[in-house]
T-cell receptor, first 115, second 119 residues
Framework: DGGITQSPKYLFRKEGQNVTLSCEQNLNHDAMYWYRQDPGQGLRLIYYSQIVNDFQKGDIAEGYSVSREKKESFPLTVTSAQKNPTAFYLC??????????????FGPGTRLTVT | AQKITQTQPGMFVQEKEAVTLDCTYDTSDPSYGLFWYKQPSSGEMIFLIYQGSYDQQNATEGRYSLNFQKARKSANLVISASQLGDSAMYFCAMREGPHNGGATNKLIFGTGTLLAVQP
């Protein structure tokens, strides 16, 4: 079955540590995205990538970093510079292009807790 | 500025009744797309329905329909014959077309509406 996997589902870290969240897709999508969701809020875009070896900052990129070395993979690193890292993180992918009809497919999410 | 507004933080509906979830949007781009997603308590976002700005008819997908009123910039989701499994958060989202540099497939999300279906 095609889809997006994120691991782990729950992640706990101590303050000051970097942590990397995994995102893998087998949908053959060119574009991938990382969102952050806080309680009572919608999704906010952290980073996105439309093609391998290229990515752009979203609305809240500070304290995060990404890489896109393979089409299938788009890992997100939450660095110690991120002031409020505890949140629910969602990865998504979509067909890339100029059309507006390309829905994004989401993974199951990773809930990160930093204490 | 691009913006999605969902003014209903939470709603109740009786099982088997219809419910409308409100969504208004703001964009200066003539070409855009509107999406609705469902987020159950498990957290995964599930795509429900899509409406293009140039579509002449309202989109429908099974029990979901989108009441698209372009002049009012609203794109309300209508769920007919509600089921207990419809209890979830519902998010409205917008993607702008390429005219305003929107070729990135970026989505802008509203804050969501929590729907509770009562037996």
């Amino acid at each position: 079955d095609g889809g997006i996997t994120q691991s782990p589902k729950y992640l706990f870290r101590k303050e000051g540590q970097n942590v990397t969240l995994s995102c893998e897709q087998n949908l053959n999508h060119d574009a991938m995205y990382w969102y952050r969701q806080d309680p009572g809020q919608g999704l906010r875009l952290i980073y996105y990538s439309q093609i391998v070896n290229d990515f752009q900052k979203g609305d809240i990129a500070e304290g995060y970093s990404v890489s896109r070395e393979k089409k299938e993979s788009f890992p997100l690193t939450v660095t110690s510079a991120q002031k409020n890292p505890t949140a629910f993180y969602l990865c998504a992918s979509s067909t890339s292009g100029t059309g507006v009809a390309y829905e994004q497919y989401f993974g199951p999410g990773t809930r990160l807790t930093v204490t | 500025a691009q913006k999605i507004t969902q003014t209903q933080p939470g709603m109740f509906v009786q099982e088997k009744e219809a419910v409308t979830l409100d969504c208004t949007y703001d964009t200066s781009d003539p070409s855009y797309g509107l999406f609705w997603y469902k987020q159950p308590s498990s957290g995964e976002m599930i795509f429900l329905i899509y409406q293009g700005s140039y579509d002449q008819q309202n989109a429908t997908e099974g029990r979901y329909s989108l009441n698209f009123q372009k002049a009012r910039k609203s794109a309300n989701l209508v769920i007919s014959a509600s089921q207990l499994g419809d209890s979830a958060m519902y998010f409205c989202a917008m993607r702008e077309g390429p005219h305003n540099g929107g070729a990135t497939n970026k989505l802008i999300f509203g804050t969501g509406t929590l729907l509770a279906v009562q037996p």
